[in-house]
T-cell receptor, first 104, second 114 residues
Framework: KNEVEQSPQNLTAQEGEFITINCSYSVGISALHWLQQHPGGGIVSLFMLSSGKKKHGRLIATINIQEKHSSLHITASHPRDSAVYICGGYQLIWGAGTKLIIKP | DAGVIQSPRHEVTEMGQEVTLRCKPISGHNSLFWYRQTMMRGLELLIYFNNNVPIDDSGMPEDRFSAKMPNASFSTLKIQPSEPRDSAVYFC????????????FGQGTRLTVV
């Protein structure tokens, strides 16, 4: 079972497009994490948020605790943004990931 | 700081052998997490330490797996005996604070059990 659902599973877009990845969860998570995993396999923590919105460069993460939903947005996407994006929280709850490919 | 350091980066072993994975957290961090990632199951938390004490090991798959943190700068994950289904990438992460703070991940150890 997986109590975190991400959509879409795969996303291919052109450079410069605005990207949105969604994350819905069915159980309480005190804080939600967004991770980025590049083809080489390394994992980078992008955001940890428990309310509202956070911004880091071209990346924006939002969360609605009542609706149990979070989104990750990428503005002015670039090929180097190509990676798998994973959302989840503490304990066993992690999404399957969204594979993003940005074409030049 | 060099970040979270894991060793080895790759490990190939025969079924039945003991495997030990190592992790050095970021200096000053007091929480450490071991994760396993597979294509089938994605990213799973195996065990979480806070101040060197195992707080939650509910994710440890079975008795063949054990983890220790003898001090604040070192942790091991041991599999004995190893089985082919243990093949996965094992990540160690550390954070400053408890479970709901931002975690920093190591590069992972790719384990192949043949």
């Amino acid at each position: 079972k997986n109590e975190v659902e991400q959509s879409p599973q795969n996303l291919t877009a052109q450079e410069g497009e605005f990207i949105t990845i969604n994350c819905s969860y069915s159980v309480g998570i005190s804080a939600l994490h967004w991770l980025q995993q590049h083809p080489g396999g390394g994992i980078v923590s992008l955001f940890m948020l428990s309310s509202g919105k956070k911004k880091h460069g071209r990346l924006i993460a939002t969360i609605n605790i009542q609706e149990k939903h979070s989104s990750l947005h990428i503005t002015a996407s670039h090929p180097r943004d190509s990676a798998v994006y994973i959302c989840g929280g503490y304990q066993l709850i992690w999404g399957a990931g969204t594979k993003l490919i940005i074409k030049p | 700081d060099a970040g979270v350091i894991q060793s080895p980066r790759h490990e190939v072993t025969e079924m039945g052998q003991e495997v030990t994975l190592r992790c050095k957290p970021i200096s000053g961090h007091n929480s450490l997490f071991w994760y396993r990632q597979t294509m089938m199951r994605g990213l799973e938390l195996l065990i979480y330490f806070n101040n060197n004490v195992p707080i939650d090991d509910s994710g440890m798959p079975e008795d063949r797996f054990s983890a220790k943190m003898p001090n604040a700068s070192f942790s091991t994950l041991k599999i004995q005996p190893s089985e082919p289904r243990d093949s996965a990438v094992y990540f160690c992460a550390s954070s400053l604070g408890r479970r709901y703070t931002e975690a920093f991940f190591g590069q992972g150890t790719r384990l192949t059990v043949v």
